[in-house]
């Protein structure tokens, strides 16, 4: 049998109903823009479902997770092996003592409802049911829900959803209040069943989105809303304002600007002063070894200065006149200072300047 239309022509309610009268085992296909969902009939009862992310093998992976507080090393091989058959994965599960039968009945039926649930607040959108011989693959084989359960159920639901995401979006952080009592019953104990709200409020930390719990804990988004909508009843949470958290967000976007920013600076200053170092040693190394003339080991010795000194002292004026006259008049060497002061040509005073610079140096 198939069986497709669209839910403006007739309602997903209306649907359930007919399956459910003509006893029909299959899969019902349906969608809206970019989301898809199946539910999974046998003999005219529901089965299974899935809701994109929203499926019982995810749930199933977080439940182990959260409340029986297994590890993913040890479920991910399972999971991976049974992905395209969704009994396989009960039996799996239940052989490896991971969970009991009545836990596995419990959480997946609940679990189908919700999204069997859900899927009735679909106004529009587009249906096909397909008549198959068995949906063991598809669903876990230890559900069976009356549609006209899910049907009652949803229609409770549908006007109680609507009023709750008028005030709890997804985008919406929440976070406990200052004097707000967490639950004293360990995350393994909960009882998820009896209250989901305990295991909500173990996951509002103030940083997590709705979306983000949604996506990440074991219970269906009806149920993360009802919980949530409970907790602000009971004035346990509250809802962190968005402008604040934007300014958080952008007050540590400025502090890691700067932080970079002072990083750049520091970096460049190191780049200058390295920079000016080097030009100071190059600067040096070219004066030395280019720029000043190479002097003579020999140059300091104080018999060398002295002799450099009395040179330096004959190319004076008065000395060359003095030596002049006295070679003209005596005819002798002119050189000697001696002798040119004791021949009264010369005087200390035409010394005085050379005599001092000798005697300073010599005294060194």
């Known amino acids: 049998m198939v069986l497709n239309g669209t ?3 007739f309602i997903l309610a209306d649907v359930f109903n007919l399956l459910t009268q003509q006893r029909i085992t299959g899969r019902l296909d349906l969608a ?4 898809e969902a199946v539910i999974v009939f046998k003999e005219g009862f529901i089965v299974g479902g899935s809701d994109g992310e929203e499926n019982l093998a995810n749930k199933l992976f977080n439940y182990l997770i959260d409340i029986k507080r297994k590890t993913s090393e040890q479920l991910s091989p399972i999971f991976s092996a049974n992905t395209d058959d969704l009994s396989a994965l009960s039996a799996a599960l239940l052989e490896r003592g991971l969970l009991t039968a009545a836990e596995l009945k419990g959480f997946a039926g609940s679990c189908i409802e919700d999204i069997s649930c ?3 607040t679909w106004n529009e959108g587009t249906y096909r049911f397909n008549s198959v011989g068995s949906v063991s693959a598809i669903a876990c084989g230890v559900v ?3 549609a006209e359960n899910i049907i009652m159920e949803g229609m409770r639901r549908v006007d109680e959803w609507a009023r709750m995401r008028e005030y709890i979006t997804e985008d ?5 209040t200052p004097n707000s009592v967490g639950s004293d019953i360990p995350p393994g104990e909960i009882d998820i ?10 996951l509002l930390d103030g940083n997590n989105t709705v979306k983000g719990i949604k ?3 074991c219970l269906c988004e009806y149920k993360v809303y009802e919980s949530i909508n409970f907790l602000l009843q009971a004035r346990r949470i509250t809802a962190v304002q968005q402008h604040y958290s934007e300014s958080i967000r952008a007050a540590l976007a400025r502090k890691e600007a700067e932080v970079a920013s002072v990083l750049r600076a520091t970096y460049v200053s190191s780049l200058v002063a390295a920079g000016i170092a080097a030009a100071f040693v190059i600067f040096f190394v070219f ?21 450099n000194l009395r040179s330096k002292a004959l190319q004076s004026d008065a000395v060359r006149e003095a030596s002049l006259l006295y070679r003209a008049v005596n005819g002798g060497d002119g050189s000697d200072l001696e002798k040119l002061k004791k021949a009264g040509l010369l005087t200390d005073r035409d010394l005085v300047g050379r005599a001092d610079i000798l005697e300073r140096i010599l005294d060194r």
Not at 193 to 202: D, L, N, R, V, W
Request: aromatic share 8%; net charge positive; glycine share 6%.
């Open 193 to 202: 069943a009896a209250t989901p709200e305990e295991y909500i409020f173990g």
């Open 32 to 35: 809206s823009g970019k989301r």
């Open 287 to 307: 004066c030395r070894l280019v720029a000043l003339p190479k002097l003579d080991p020999g140059t300091y010795e104080r018999s060398v200065v002295e002799q």
């Open 144 to 146: 069976t829900i009356s």
């Open 172 to 176: 919406m952080v929440f976070a406990p």
């Open 118 to 120: 859900s899927l009735l």
């Open 7 to 9: 839910l403006k022509e």
């Open 215 to 217: 996506k990440s804990c």
